[in-house]
């Protein structure tokens, strides 16, 4: 027996362990202390992320080659497992003040995000199936974390029966790629395709059927229908941490599967990846005009974001695009989590039970009665619009850059008019809460305070000085993918 | 038409039935009944195709494991699902075309492909036994990766499972 | 991350992001704790910020004496486009020192000045709670001001140019509900801003022609690479320095933007002194100075910028003449001042501008700190006679010099560092800026004689308005009640005058003619020409000329002074019309207005906000947003919330997906 496979993945291998150990230490937690397990995870999850900083700089490959840690993994770790922080640090008070305190969810939400590190660590398909089911099955559950509110509960449903629905087609595209090649792992099949020893109609098809599945993950036009209802009805720091973690955890399988085994596919997928990314930046940002409660706002914002994420890969069979564009992209994730879960928090500062209190009318007279919560909620909506200067500026400036440089300059003036009708919907916002009078309530407990204060800070430091940021992408990169 | 053929056949036909029957019983506990039937009939065909493994995972895993936890739910739902809405939509028939134009599409790409005529290959002779197969099941060079990620799923689908009922004890 | 640099000569260095980091620290705890820390307390953190980033620059210019190479210290990367990648760096070399010292010199000194100044004043205009906010902005200040002399190319020190901008902007409106109207200080405000908008806007350009041109912002690429395109694109590098004069045009208060620096003096007087004389109005000749090589590759460009500045110094002290309010004399005399070392500095007299602009530095601020002192004395007993007498006059403006006068009796020690400052400022022998001026008419000398004689016109006439001053504020009798009664100031701005006092009598030493230490220091980071040598007549010539003016300040307004409060200027009666027009800064502000702020308000209002904005674009926008709400009532139909839709959705995305890459 070989332990050196094992210390290749040892963050995983460790989350996955303090997940159990939480599972079971959480039976002698008395209820109505749970904050103990919530302090628990989070330092598991502070420990794995030690273990992941601590990689090193050679890439490690393990199980036979279907694993690989490399810059572009921990690049993602990191971030899954900040999203993780953010989702515990946002969950605790809420799970408290809405009745739903139970211990179940830290492990629940450790499972997953080892699921989602899982993928960006996977190189075999087989691996990467895996990891996607290992990343949603805990999202479900949580999805339906809300005891016995309806709206939770048909979320969860909705949720999991469309997610079964979409794995059926990624696991249809994975038996047809094999069918195709023979093989699973990236390089056996990457190497099929190069010498031509394939069915390429196949292969194609089952590429196309792999893309719903991550398409589905990030919430692509059209398979986003799930997204809005689901956003709404899940308790608030879930949707947080399925709108981070679940899209960057599909963008990473893309990212991978695609460049490492597609390239050769660019030329026929290219055309349609160029119709998701329009789709999805249209319909996001024209239907998001129409909402009025906050949390559908955000998600359909949410499906825009990643058609601008799609958009930056379309020109992904360029080689000399490439690597600008999965930088690009990687930036854009780390933009999107800060911003997103400040966001997130300030919506929990200001959601009560029974749903009240996300309707936009609720954050009325927000910013003279609450001027700290109205700043940072100002400052992460500015981002998301892309209002320059802010982290949301860089990042849609790399992504809209390498659309152009890849050549496909429509696509990015589509990105450039749509996000000039997000700034419709997210700048109502700051008007509602500045110009319009109310008496807004707020729960202003420690943590979500504490996680939208840093999110902002993030947000406009990073703004300013966007290259530390972009430095750490290209240098993840470096390492190779 | 050798034996195998004549229980290949008779095992695809129920287990269309069954997949048929899942989707047509207006009862959900019928429905999940069937469906284990479906899982069988799988088991069934991995078995004629002498992949063991295969067999045995989806034995333990899906009638196991998935099946039972879909029973639970569905136990426990059962006051929330009314029978009385109709079977069907009126977008049925936009499903019917989408439906039969993948399946024919899907079976048209692949009718072309040569390796859709090849016969299987046997398996190398005394090959699968279950000594290779228990090793291969934690050998890092073999299946343990996805054989522990598998077992995490379903832990995850348990606890969710229990964290239902739990629920529902309560109130 | 930024002590990890390893092969430096001198540790010491390492230090140098402290001296931006010292201000932002005082400001971010006067921020946060200013209320807890009480009025002088404010004042203390901000001195001490200040003063720390003195120590710090000290230090740095003690291990350059050592390594007197430039050295940068890359701090992190900051954009990357495409190709364009600025890092932010920061270079210590001899030129940036010497900027650091001077800045956060006399930066700290008028901080302690402030403390009393801004005491007296919030109390005097009623906003105590401002009190804290002004040292917030003067640390914010600091910070800018080192961030643009420290930077190491072009964008860096862009940023540090807007910041202080920035500074200036909000301190020019300090009191910004007060003045003319109501308005007349926030006016003054944004005169200056808009301005100096101008200058940036010529500036920024020339930013992007260099990254156009020479790919990279960075001080040393663009040198290099400049001087390997030079013979063939002069005209690239002609418009390039060109647009970089309209930006110093712009922030050092040069012809023909020069307009907003006499309005600026709207701020307080520590306003006036650290920004509008020592050290901000100085960006564009440092930003001379540092581009250097630049200029150099650009002759023609170098021939315009002398004459730019020989004749804003020329026309700027003529103003100074005509002007009643103290302030403004040594607003207009600090434009006249700049004049004389954006001349230096554009013929290529790095030395000689530098030097003038650090012994301006010393005298200029003490001028102004001292007028301020004697604003105080003024303002405090115009309060008090005020008081006592119940109603009787008006209140007197207490910065009018008519209302001055008899002022040495009173405020013996503010008399005494005044006649300092004016006398350095006039060019008396040993006073420092004896030898800054000097050195500057002697390379001109070499270099063009009208010029030259231009400048020699403008010692006569500094002189000139300098003893006019000095004698209408300080000798003869009281003209009013306030003058009668004012008193010395405390030790707290006392003190700082008298050390700029002491710094504006030796400042020369600096630089002395033979030993020429400055110069020494300079060389190893500016290339210059042969400076121009010491030479007796020039500056017998020059030091004849400067007691001619007192001489003749002294015959108008000493032999026989003012007497009463409305008597004319003396001046007047004989220049009539001349002098009308130099009171009236030769109609030019109001040519500006006529020119082009009305038309452009006209523009602006009538054709672009009514007809253009409300009418066309806004129907467009309100079309365009009916067209959009229709279409997401259109979609969101489609999401009505059953699965079973959802999933047919999904479906029919596949099928069409799938249809479209079998056909492939």
Request: proline share 4%; hydrophobic share 55%; glycine share 8%.
């Amino acid at each position: 027996m070989n332990l050196s496979d094992y210390y290749a993945i040892t963050p995983l291998v460790f989350l996955v362990c303090w997940a159990i150990f939480l599972l079971l230490v959480d039976l002698w937690i008395p209820a109505g202390r749970k904050g103990i397990t919530a302090l628990l995870s989070a330092a598991g999850l502070l420990i794995a992320l030690v273990l992941v900083l601590r990689s090193g700089e050679q890439v490690l490959t393990a199980f036979e080659g279907s694993v690989v840690v490399d810059g572009f993994s921990v690049f993602l770790s990191v971030l899954f497992l900040v999203s993780a922080l953010a989702g515990i640090a946002l969950a605790h008070d809420y799970l408290q003040r809405l009745g739903l305190e139970r211990g179940e969810y830290y492990p629940l939400l450790l499972i997953s995000t080892s699921g989602m590190m899982l993928m960006t660590y996977a190189y075999d398909l087989i691996e990467v199936f895996l990891a996607l089911e290992l990343l949603s099955i805990p999202l479900y559950i949580l999805a339906g974390f809300s005891r016995l509110n309806l709206e939770s509960e048909e979320a969860s449903l909705k949720y999991f029966l469309l997610g079964a629905f979409s794995s059926g087609f990624v696991l249809y595209g994975v038996g047809l790629v094999f069918a195709a090649t023979g093989y699973t792992d990236f390089p056996g099949i990457a190497k099929a395709a190069q010498n031509g020893s394939l069915n390429p109609t196949l292969f194609l098809i089952g590429a196309g059927l792999v893309l719903t599945g991550f398409g589905f993950k990030s919430a692509l036009v059209p398979f986003h229908m799930w997204s809005p209802d689901v956003y709404q009805g899940a308790p608030s720091p879930v949707t947080a941490f399925m709108s981070v973690g679940a899209k960057a955890a599909g963008f990473a399988a893309l990212l991978r599967v695609f460049v490492v085994v597609f390239p050769g596919m660019s030329v026929n997928l290219t055309p349609l990846l160029w119709a998701l990314a329009a789709l999805t930046m249209f319909v996001g940002n024209i239907v998001a005009l129409v909402q009025s409660n906050i949390k559908r706002l955000l998600a359909y914002s949410s499906i825009a974001h990643s058609g601008y994420l799609l958009m930056a890969f379309v020109p992904y069979g360029n080689a000399s695009v490439r690597s600008d564009a999965i930088a690009g992209m990687l930036f854009y994730l780390a933009a999107y989590c800060l911003t997103t879960f400040g966001a997130w928090a300030v919506v929990i500062a200001l959601e009560k039970a029974e749903g009240k209190g996300l309707e936009l009318e609720d954050y009325a007279g927000l910013g003279h009665r609450y001027p700290f919560l109205a700043a940072t909620m100002t400052i992460f909506l500015l981002s998301f619009t892309g209002v320059p200067l802010t982290l949301g500026f860089w990042g849609k400036f790399y992504l809209f850059s390498t659309a152009v440089e890849g050549g496909f300059w429509q696509l990015a003036l589509i990105g450039l008019l749509t996000s000039l009708i997000s700034a419709y919907y997210y700048l109502r916002v700051v008007v509602i809460m500045y110009m319009r009078p109310g008496t807004p309530q707020v729960q202003r407990n420690f943590w979500p305070l504490l996680t939208s204060g840093v999110g902002a800070l993030a947000v406009v430091i990073l703004g300013i000085a966007p290259g530390v940021l972009l430095n750490l992408a290209v240098s993840a990169l470096l390492k190779g993918l | 038409m050798t034996i195998m053929q004549i229980i290949f056949l008779i095992t695809a036909s129920v287990t269309l039935f069954a997949a048929l029957m899942v989707v047509s019983t207006r009862k959900m506990m019928h429905a999940a009944m069937w469906l284990i039937l479906v899982l069988f009939g799988v088991t069934i065909t991995f078995a004629l195709l002498e992949t063991r493994f295969f067999a045995i995972v989806q034995l333990v895993i899906y009638i196991g494991a998935i099946a039972i936890l879909i029973i639970f739910a569905v136990m426990l739902t059962r006051r929330s699902m009314n029978a009385d809405v109709p079977q069907v939509n009126r977008n049925w028939w936009l499903v019917m075309v989408s439906s039969l134009a993948l399946f024919v599409g899907l079976v048209t790409v692949m009718s072309v492909w040569e390796g859709f005529f090849v016969t299987a290959r046997t398996a190398p002779p005394g090959g699968e036994n279950l000594v290779q197969l228990g090793t291969a099941l934690v050998d890092p060079n073999g299946f343990v990766l996805p054989f522990e990620v598998a077992s995490l799923v379903l832990l995850a689908a348990m606890v969710g499972a229990i964290y239902v009922a739990a629920e529902r004890k309560e109130k | 991350m930024i002590f990890l640099e390893k092969n430096i000569a001198d540790p010491l260095l390492n230090l140098a992001p402290l001296v931006i980091l010292f201000p932002l620290l005082g400001l971010a705890i006067n921020l946060l704790l200013g209320r807890r820390l009480g009025e002088k307390g404010a004042g203390v953190v901000a001195s001490l910020a200040s003063g720390s980033s003195f120590v710090i620059s000290l230090l740095l210019t003690l291990s350059l004496q050592a390594h007197p190479q430039a050295f940068t210290l890359p701090l992190f990367q900051w954009i990357s486009i495409g190709s364009l990648s600025v890092s932010w760096d920061m270079r210590v070399d001899t030129l940036s020192t010497t900027m650091m010292l001077v800045v956060s010199g006399v930066g700290t000194l008028i901080h302690v000045y402030a403390i009393g100044y801004m005491y007296n004043d919030v109390h005097h205009q009623g906003d105590v709670g401002r009190y804290r906010r002004f040292f917030v902005f003067f640390n914010l200040f600091i910070a800018a001001m080192m961030l643009l002399v420290s930077a190491n190319n072009y964008l860096v020190l862009f940023v540090g140019w807007e910041g202080v901008g920035l500074c200036s902007y909000l301190l020019i409106g300090f009191w910004f509900e007060k003045g003319k109207d109501g308005i007349g200080n926030a006016r003054a405000a944004q005169k200056a801003f808009v301005v100096n908008r101008i200058g940036d806007f010529g500036l920024l350009i020339a930013l992007f022609m260099m990254f156009w041109w020479f790919g990279s912002l960075e001080f040393e690429r663009v040198f290099n690479a400049a001087r390997s395109l030079a013979p063939a694109q002069q005209g690239v590098l002609l418009a390039m320095t060109l647009f970089m004069l309209m930006g110093v045009a712009g922030k050092s208060a040069q012809l023909p933007l020069y307009v907003w620096l006499p309005d600026a003096m709207a701020g307080p007087t520590p306003v006036s002194a650290l920004i509008h004389a020592a050290t901000m109005v100085t960006a564009g000749v440092y930003l001379i100075a540092r581009s250097q090589p630049l200029f150099a590759l650009a002759p023609a460009a170098q021939g315009v910028i002398c004459w730019v500045g020989a004749l804003t110094a020329l026309l700027a002290a003529t103003i100074a003449v005509g002007q009643m309010d103290i302030k403004k004399v040594l607003a207009y005399s600090t434009i006249s001042q700049l004049g004389f070392m954006v001349a230096a500095v554009g013929m290529g007299a790095i030395t000689a501008g530098m030097f003038h602009l650090i012994t301006h530095a010393f005298f200029k601020a003490l001028l102004f700190l001292a007028a301020g002192s004697v604003i105080m004395g003024m303002e405090g007993a115009n309060t008090v006679a005020h008081h006592h007498a119940g109603n009787p006059e008006e209140e007197i403006d207490p910065q009018d010099m008519r209302n001055m006068g008899g002022l040495q009796k009173r405020m013996p020690l503010t008399y005494g560092v005044y006649l300092v400052g004016a006398l350095a400022l006039a060019g008396i022998a040993p006073l420092a800026g004896f030898f800054s001026k000097d050195e500057i008419l002697v390379s001109l000398w070499d270099y063009s004689l009208p010029i030259f004689l231009l400048l020699l016109l403008t010692s006569f006439l500094t002189a000139f308005y300098m003893g006019r001053q000095v004698l209408m504020v300080f000798a003869g009798k009281a003209r009013s009640q306030a003058a009668q009664q004012a008193s010395e100031s405390p030790k707290v701005i006392t003190i700082p005058l008298l050390i700029l006092a002491v710094l504006s009598l030796l400042g020369g030493l600096i630089n002395l003619p033979g030993v020429a230490t400055l110069e020494k220091w300079l060389e190893h980071t500016v290339a210059m020409p042969e400076a121009g040598h010491f030479s007796p007549a020039i500056a017998l010539s020059s030091t004849l000329l400067a007691l001619l003016g007192l001489a003749l300040a002294w015959v108008l307004y000493g032999y026989r002074s003012l007497a009463k409060l409305q008597q004319s200027d003396p001046l007047a009666n004989y220049l009539g019309v001349i002098f009308h027009a130099v009171q009236n800064q030769w109609w030019i502000d109001s040519l500006y207005q006529r020119v082009f702020v009305i038309p452009y308000r006209y523009i602006s209002h009538e054709v672009l906000a009514q007809w253009f904005d409300q009418e066309t674009i806004d129907t467009m926008a309100h079309d365009l947003g009916r067209w959009n709400q229709w279409f997401a009532r259109v979609l969101s139909y489609l999401q009505n919330g059953f699965v079973r839709t959802y999933g047919l959705v999904v479906l029919l995305g596949v099928v069409v997906m799938l249809a479209f890459l079998a056909t492939r």
